[in-house]
């Protein structure tokens, strides 16, 4: 049965990459198959985070989902702190992955940098949770940026380990489902589905607004790296106006964007906000300087940001009403997770006493 899950993490800035990477693609899924979207707020204190302020930031999230357009009554909201399984699932993921399949995550080797001797055990583990977090409701679709595509490809093959590891047991327990895509070398019946990634839209990576070489991020130190969704108008007029660009005009094909990360970057951000192509953007501004697009692009983020910005500050007025959605939302994911969790329990063996 399809089903699409994905995340954001509560750790600071939600910003335009996370909006226009995934959030705005979470949208319209809610109406093609079931949906559950999370504030993942175990994944946030993998790095050292504000316990102050965790609560805080978690409701953010949310209302920047609920202002985006996702809608409770469709979709499922939660903070994954509150749903167990996905740290028990987790722990159980932990013992089917290999040291070597983490050892190879990209993500790792930059959040640790230098000091990997001093990164958290769970900032190592970051990818079995997140594997846990998408097959706890067996999802079988998750959108996501470009950036997590190597996560997704460690969700499968866990997947994959999984239901090869314990091929027997489940299908003596009778709790597996038809391989949809038959494989010699996967067995017939499957638990986990092996899920499929969604990296699509026009902006699945977007780069800071600083170095054109590097991912806009939350956790960049520099506030002018990025347009948060919180920006005000003036804010956003700002950090356009200082964006690192180079001297040339724009170009009027995109060859000639070649080796422009930074004006690649921008004339992205403007295809994505106004739904025109980048050949289209590039057409209409062929030959113009960045004193003139800078501006346009400006205008153009104000008017697709502010109303979203405006609801998530009415929203985030009323915690009561977030808390609630949070709520009904645990619970919904629960009643799914929860006999998943039991299957998993049983496909391992484990002695139910109680
Ligand atoms: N720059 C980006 N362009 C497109 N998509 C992006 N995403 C993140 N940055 C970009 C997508 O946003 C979703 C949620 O991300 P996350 O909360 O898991 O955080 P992250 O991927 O680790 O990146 P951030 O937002 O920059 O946070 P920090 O600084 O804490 O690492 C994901 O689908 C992600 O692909």
């Known amino acids: 049965q399809p089903r699409v899950f994905s995340g954001v993490q509560p750790t600071g800035n939600l910003h335009l990459g996370n909006y226009l990477g995934a959030i705005a693609n979470f949208v319209p899924l809610q109406d093609e198959m079931p949906a559950i979207y999370c504030v993942v707020d175990l994944h946030a204190i993998t790095a050292k985070h504000d316990a102050d302020g965790l609560a805080g930031v978690t409701r953010e999230v949310t209302a920047a989902y609920l202002a985006a357009g996702i809608d409770p009554a469709k979709a499922i909201i939660f903070n994954q702190s509150q749903v167990k399984e996905h740290a028990e699932l987790a722990w159980i993921f932990n013992c089917v992955a290999r040291m070597g399949w983490l050892n190879r995550m990209t993500q790792f080797k930059e959040k640790a940098g230098k000091n990997r001797e001093n990164a958290s055990v769970g900032l190592f583990a970051y990818p079995t949770l997140m594997a846990a977090d998408i097959l706890a409701y067996r999802a079988t679709h998750v959108p996501v940026g470009d950036d997590q595509k190597q996560h997704l490809e460690l969700t499968r093959d866990v997947a994959q380990k999984f239901n090869n590891d314990f091929a027997e047991r489940i299908v003596e327990l009778g709790l597996g489902v038809d391989n949809p895509n038959p494989n010699p070398e996967l067995p017939d019946q499957l638990y986990f589905p092996l899920t499929e990634p969604i990296i699509a839209g026009p902006a699945t ?120 959605v949070l709520r009904d939302g645990a619970e919904r994911a629960a009643a799914i997770a929860e006999p ?11 002695l139910e006493c109680r």
């Open 205 to 324: 990576r977007i780069m800071s607004l600083r170095d054109g070489t590097k991912k806009m991020s939350k956790s960049d130190p520099s506030d002018l790296s990025r347009i948060n969704l919180k920006d005000t108008a003036e804010d956003i007029a700002k950090k356009i106006r200082k964006a690192k660009t180079d001297p040339e005009p724009l170009p009027s094909e995109m060859e000639g964007l070649k080796d422009r990360p930074e004006a690649e970057n921008l004339v992205g951000i403007f295809a994505a906000l106004s739904g025109l192509s980048r050949e289209q953007v590039l057409a209409d501004f062929a030959g113009q300087p960045f004193s003139v697009f800078k501006p346009a692009l400006a205008d153009l983020a104000v008017e697709k940001l502010a109303p979203i910005t405006g609801e998530m500050n009415r929203l985030v007025a009323d915690p009561g009403h977030i808390d609630a």
């Open 340 to 350: 998943v969790l039991k299957d998993v329990r049983r496909i391992c063996g484990f």
